[in-house]
């Protein structure tokens, strides 16, 4: 979900530039920062970016530039004729002078333009933020066909580390079978037939069967659910979970050197697949 768009144009003298970037994030999170010009339209804008980014920590900046001159000040001078007339009732003989520099200090001598946000700005404004938006979208249309490649190697390399671990799995229960009987010739008066159902149990124990059978199926599914589904990135990241409990359970069961270093590999690509997969919408 780690994007970058920026849009502005120009209206009626005043250049508006919008920059929108965000980071991953489980759910909407924004931050932004409106001039008080557009201020009333904050939760337009708010929700805008909503609808469409829907996922991400979000930061909008909006500026506004005013590249022409403008006079917003307003001299209420028949007001001030006014404020002087009584002034002079007061004092007759002052110079007009005196009486000017008294005048202007009253209240409303001296107002600001009201100068109102119109509809055709907001509808200016409205239509730079949904082009900043499309260029955020475009970014990260370019970012999640590159992502779309890792997330498929780091798959595939779960999948091979899995193919390699059965050439280990027979030698590993031969090991151990030859180990407890070696231990056995050592001690007399042993059952055998106790022996051996322990030993039956202890390599039901052992047998990993299950989790790689679940485990192709996670992977498979994953792959199925990122080609297919538009708006899954939640649902892949609890795939990924489940991913990681086989991947556990067939670190605990393996009980053989050389698997472990297989489960490890898979730890790490999975751990790739977990942070990817938060880029995901």
């Not at 009333?40 to 001159?69: A, M, P, Q, S, T």
């Not at 779960?158 to 070696?182: A, G, H, N, T």
Request: aromatic residues 8%; proline residues 2%.
């Amino acid at each position: 979900m780690t994007g970058f768009g920026r849009a502005e144009d120009v209206f009626e003298g005043k250049k508006i530039s919008i920059d929108i970037k965000s980071l991953n994030s489980k759910s909407f999170d924004l931050n932004i920062k409106v001039p008080l010009r557009y201020k009333e339209k904050e939760f337009e804008i708010r929700k805008i970016l909503n609808d469409r980014i829907i996922r991400g920590k979000v930061d909008c900046y909006i500026n506004l530039e005013n590249l022409e001159e403008t006079n917003d000040v307003k001299i209420n001078k028949n007001l001030i004729d006014s404020y002087m007339k009584e002034l002079r009732t007061i004092a007759p003989d002052g110079p007009d002078f005196e009486y000017l520099k008294m005048a202007v200090r009253f209240p409303d001598a001296i107002t600001s333009r009201p100068d109102e946000l119109t509809e055709e700005e907001w509808e200016a404004l409205s239509k730079i933020v949904n082009n900043a938006v499309d260029r955020f979208e475009e970014f990260r249309k370019t970012e999640g066909k590159t992502l779309h490649i890792e997330l498929e190697k780091n798959i595939q390399n779960i999948e091979q580390y899995l193919s390699e671990v059965i050439p280990f799995e027979e030698e590993r229960l031969v090991s151990v079978r030859e180990r407890y009987q070696k231990t056995l010739k050592e001690f007399e008066n042993v059952d055998e037939t106790r022996f051996y159902q322990e030993m039956a149990y202890f390599t039901e124990k052992l047998d990993i069967s299950e989790e790689k059978v679940r485990l192709t199926q996670h992977l498979k599914y994953y792959l199925d659910v990122m080609n297919n589904e538009d708006f899954n990135g939640k649902k892949l990241g609890f795939i990924s979970q489940e991913i990681g409990r086989e991947i556990n359970t067939l670190g605990s069961k393996a009980n053989h050197a050389d698997i472990q270093k297989l489960v490890v590999m898979m730890k790490d690509d999975l751990e790739k697949i977990k942070e990817q997969t938060l880029n995901v919408l």
